[in-house]
């Protein structure tokens, strides 16, 4: 079955714009998840939603944040952009009660210029 | 709060030698335990989970990882190293929920002929 796909794979932004970032779960998955990843601060927990509904959220600024739609699919959106919101996003996926297995995707690149 | 550290942010071994990744964790609760292994430019696999059950877990591509309590440890091991397994580690416990996850700093694992 297909896994988790994360578009765009790369991005490039000015500072002060925004973006948004969509992720599709693994068929069936119903929790997903975001992280950033920098060379700095290593994988950091953004947030995650489970059936439309945010149930964790990590320590960032409110210009981050997420939603989740009916079929699962996800957005992420980064407001105001800052050269430190430069960082691999990835998103994962797992069924979301009682399997905490997340399978993850091949993330995507975001370069703040 | 639960979090993981991982000794050794380079490890170096030989083709055919064993393959030792260290992680230590922290928990208040009977944490979940994972190992995830990314490759260049792509996003997470994961190796393995501890969620309870068994102590010595068995995963992907020969590696395995034991549990215990006594030692709040969860190294990785592969008995013979391969080229292919050159790639960054993470380890990551999350909570009981499950709702998220505290990545490791990560440990590049540099398999040589």
Not at chain 1, 38 to 45: H, N
Not at chain 1, 94 to 106: A, I, R
Not at chain 2, 83 to 97: Q, T
């Amino acid at each position: 079955k297909a896994g988790v796909t994360q578009t765009p794979r790369y991005l490039i932004k000015t500072r002060g714009q925004q973006v948004t970032l969509s992720c599709s779960p693994i068929s069936g998955h119903r929790s997903v998840s975001w992280y950033q990843q920098t060379p700095g601060q290593g994988l950091q927990f953004l947030f995650e939603y489970f059936s439309e509904t945010q149930r964790n959220k990590g320590n960032f600024p409110g210009r981050f944040s997420g939603r989740q739609f009916s079929n699962s699919r996800s957005e992420m959106n980064v407001s105001t952009l800052e050269l430190g919101d430069s960082a691999l996003y990835l998103c994962a996926s797992s069924p979301g009660q009682g399997d905490y297995g997340y399978t993850f995707g091949s993330g995507t690149r975001l370069t703040v210029v | 709060a639960q979090s993981v550290t991982q000794l050794g942010s380079h490890v170096s071994v030989s083709e055919g030698a064993l393959v030792l990744l260290r992680c230590n964790y922290s928990s208040s609760v009977p944490p979940y335990l994972f190992w995830y292994v990314q490759y260049p430019n792509q996003g997470l696999q994961l190796l393995l989970k501890y969620t309870s059950a068994a102590t010595l877990v068995k995963g992907i591509n020969g590696f395995e990882a034991e549990f215990k309590k006594s030692e709040t440890s969860f190294h990785l091991t592969k008995p013979s190293a391969h080229m292919s397994d050159a790639a960054e580690y993470f380890c990551a416990v999350s909570s009981f929920s499950g709702y998220a996850l505290n990545f490791g700093k990560g440990t590049s694992l540099l398999v040589t002929p």
